[in-house]
């Protein structure tokens, strides 16, 4: 890649300065995250719709995720659906346009348009899936889940590596749940068994999961009542356990979701690089670090030969996640006698860390071109004796070069499921959180639920508590 140094100038000198504040994402939104996180939930909603300018700003994917989530919870499900939505069509028009490709290379990634991060997409779906299972209406539900399952396939054209987070065992689970609640056992069988497939294999390697017990009796279930004697054989040797039977025809299914504490939210470290000439060439330089073992070559031509050879030192900010922990680590329903405990189907916490993992090179190869032009531009201009110009590139540099913190802070660290066979009707079941160094709580919270016989009904709870956690001080 050859550097222009001549039309980082022009731009430079010629545009106002595009400078991010140095605050963070978190802070920068701080009476939103702090009415969210109290559970305030209604006076968080006003918080956001008193921004009159958010569809105009860079960071309008966020919002859109952010009301979203906060109508969920309220229970506007057709409001939120409506919000996501929005997220989901803007990301795809802005994705086909190319986006802000100038600003992420002259200026900083944090003065771009955001336009979420690859999971991120994944669970605006999600949310409108749950949304439309909430309201029984599975169809729209599955159309949501298969928009899941493209996106997945086209993050596996989008990483090269051996090792990479491609496939869902989540997405699988939910097709699974939604084709039971249907009566399409068939579908629902298959379902599951990609689902177990995938937590034995991908998820057990990289974030160290085990097959969900439930998952496990709802394939063995779907497996007898299809007559498939060769798979319940099979299954029944390998989870160790019988086929349940089926469910009763007079009673109703309950299936929920627990969303425990929040996910991570980002923020900013620096990495120092040295340029070191390649060995009898003025065509190619590397850029690197030997605490992490990082080299990064570069070609130019002879003026930025020049330029790139003197500045001898630099560094670079880059994002980074900070994990939020649960303050709950277990919890159940229960209903008269009968109890159960929630399995983990989903971190989001772990899968936003691995794919942040999987594109670093590429974000590191973008922030070293970008600071690199920034720096050889100003030598250019000390070079011309045009000091005050230089010491402007300086500082310009020096200001623009910040990681961007972005990101929807509003996910949940976890999911968890469960299923209860209930009676139908009118139900209060109870809902129980506990730790490690908590005991589970012996009252819990009951809730009420309206449930049909032959029916499967999905709700949600959002534990919202978390470990407080340490960010970059603010230096504004």
Not at 284 to 291: A, G, M, Q, S
Not at 336 to 356: C, V, W
């Amino acid at each position: 890649m050859v550097f222009r140094v001549k039309r980082l100038l022009g731009f430079v000198l010629i545009s106002p300065f595009l400078f991010a504040s140095c605050m963070s994402y978190y802070q920068r939104n701080l009476e939103f995250n702090q009415a969210f996180e109290a559970g305030e939930l209604e006076k968080a909603k006003g918080v956001l719709e008193k921004d009159t300018k958010a569809e105009e700003r860079k960071e309008r994917f966020l919002h859109y995720v952010n009301l979203g989530t906060v109508n969920s919870l309220l229970g506007n499900y057709d409001e939120s659906n409506e919000w996501f939505e929005k997220a989901y069509v803007f990301h795809e028009d802005e994705r086909k346009s190319g986006g802000d490709v100038v600003a992420t290379y002259l200026v900083n990634a944090a003065a771009t348009l955001y336009l979420g991060e690859d999971h991120e997409h994944l669970y605006v779906l999600y949310y409108k899936a749950l949304n439309f299972m909430k309201m029984g209406r599975l169809e729209e539900a599955m159309v949501e889940v298969r928009r899941m399952e493209i996106l997945l396939n086209q993050l596996d054209d989008k990483y090269s590596s051996e090792k990479k987070f491609d496939k869902d065992a989540f997405v699988h689970l939910l097709m699974g749940l939604i084709y039971d609640a249907q009566g399409d056992i068939n579908n629902a069988f298959i379902a599951y068994r990609n689902a177990v497939e995938i937590y034995d294999t991908e998820y057990r390697e990289f974030f160290n999961y085990r097959v969900p017990v439930q998952l496990k009796k709802d394939l063995l279930r779907t497996a007898r009542q299809m007559g498939f004697r060769n798979e319940v054989s099979y299954y029944e040797k390998k989870f160790d356990m019988d086929a349940p039977k089926p469910f009763p025809k007079d009673s109703s299914q309950v299936v929920m979701f627990w969303h425990n504490g929040l996910g991570p939210v980002k923020d900013s470290w620096e990495i120092a690089f040295i340029i070191v000439p390649a060995p009898g060439r003025r065509d190619l330089v590397y850029f690197r670090n030997d605490e992490y073992g990082f080299v990064f070559p570069f070609r130019v031509n002879d003026d930025e030969f020049n330029s790139l050879n003197d500045m001898r030192t630099f560094k670079i900010a880059f994002p980074k996640y900070v994990e939020r922990k649960q303050i709950h680590q277990t919890a159940s329903i229960s209903y008269g006698s009968q109890e159960a405990q929630f399995e983990k189907a989903e971190t989001i916490n772990q899968i936003s860390f691995k794919l942040l993992e999987q594109r670093m090179l590429l974000e590191m190869g973008q922030a070293i071109l970008r600071v690199a032009l920034k720096k050889a531009a100003e030598h250019a201009l000390r070079e011309n004796d045009n000091q005050g110009a230089a010491l402007a590139m300086a500082i310009y540099s020096y200001a623009s070069e910040q990681a961007d913190t972005r990101n929807w802070q509003t996910l949940p660290h976890s999911i968890e499921y469960a299923r209860l066979t209930l009676p139908a009707g009118e139900n209060s079941i109870r809902f129980k959180t506990g730790s490690k160094k908590i005991e589970m709580d012996p009252m819990g919270v009951e809730l009420k639920i309206e449930t049909e016989a032959g029916k499967t009904s999905f709700f949600t709870y959002h534990s919202l508590e978390y470990q407080p956690v340490n960010l970059t001080p603010n230096y504004q």
